[in-house]
């Protein structure tokens, strides 16, 4: 099956620096990649996706890239604010009718002000 | 529109006592998927179903763990006997329909403690 792999684990920027998380995927299948943030205590939410006929995404601060060679896709955030901190999560999904998200481990993003 | 909606959010239970949660998915989604997130982990499927038929329950441990949607809608995931790993947050989760292109909503899960 599908795994994922996430990194960094914890991740502390200062306000208004950028932010890197990366993942990796073994399936190359797989052909929808989404990012879900989740706060302490609160449901995972959909922040972005991508799909593999695509090699970069942006919505407004937030960006994602696909690499279907090497397999891996990465989330940007610039300009981070504290609100930004939170728990992100990777996921990937193999082609077909059925979607079922494979997730990574998590990256735990701390804001400092 | 509603999001999903599940219960009991939190429940504290005894190993090898039983336990029941309750998912109400997005109204008119299809797809119904029950997750498994432990702490400090990305949530696991457990099962997931399209309207009243399971899809994929490889992951589920059927020795313990049951999972129905007899209307295609309403669902309710059954852990019997608890044990101590079992404590974990059970997430629901609901789409459209299965395939790509369908965002999958979560609820906010029912958070288990098995002491």
């Known amino acids: 099956g599908e795994n994922v792999e996430q990194h960094p684990s914890t991740l502390s920027v200062q306000e208004g620096d950028s932010a890197v998380i990366k993942c990796t995927y073994s399936d190359s299948a797989s052909n929808y990649f989404p990012w879900y943030k989740q706060e302490l205590g609160k449901r995972p939410q959909l922040i972005i996706d991508?799909?593999?006929?695509?090699g970069e995404k942006k919505d407004q601060r937030i960006a994602v890239t696909l690499n279907k060679t090497a397999k891996h896709f990465s989330l940007h955030i610039t300009e981070t604010q504290p609100e930004d901190s939170a728990v992100y999560f990777c996921?990937?999904?193999?082609?077909?009718?059925?979607?079922?998200?494979?997730f990574g481990s998590g990256t735990q993003l701390t804001v400092l002000p | 529109e509603a999001g999903v909606a599940q219960s009991p959010r939190y429940k504290i239970i005894e190993k090898r006592q039983s336990v029941a949660f309750w998912c109400n998915p997005i109204?008119?989604?299809?797809?119904l998927y029950w997750y498994q997130q432990i702490l400090g982990q990305g949530p696991k499927l457990l099962i997931q179903f399209q309207n009243n038929g399971v899809v994929d329950d490889s992951q589920l441990p059927k020795d313990r763990f049951s999972a129905e949607r007899l209307k295609g809608v309403d669902s309710t995931l059954k852990i019997q006997p608890a044990k101590l790993e079992d404590s974990a947050v059970y997430l629901c989760?609901?789409?459209?329909?299965?395939?790509?292109?369908?965002?999958?909503?979560f609820g906010e899960g029912s958070w288990l403690t098995v002491v």
């Open positions: 989760a609901s789409s459209y329909t299965g395939a790509t292109g369908n965002t999958i909503y």
């Open positions: 991508i799909r593999s006929n695509v």
């Open positions: 109204s008119g989604h299809a797809t």
């Open positions: 996921a990937a999904s193999l082609s077909g009718s059925a979607r079922q998200l494979t």
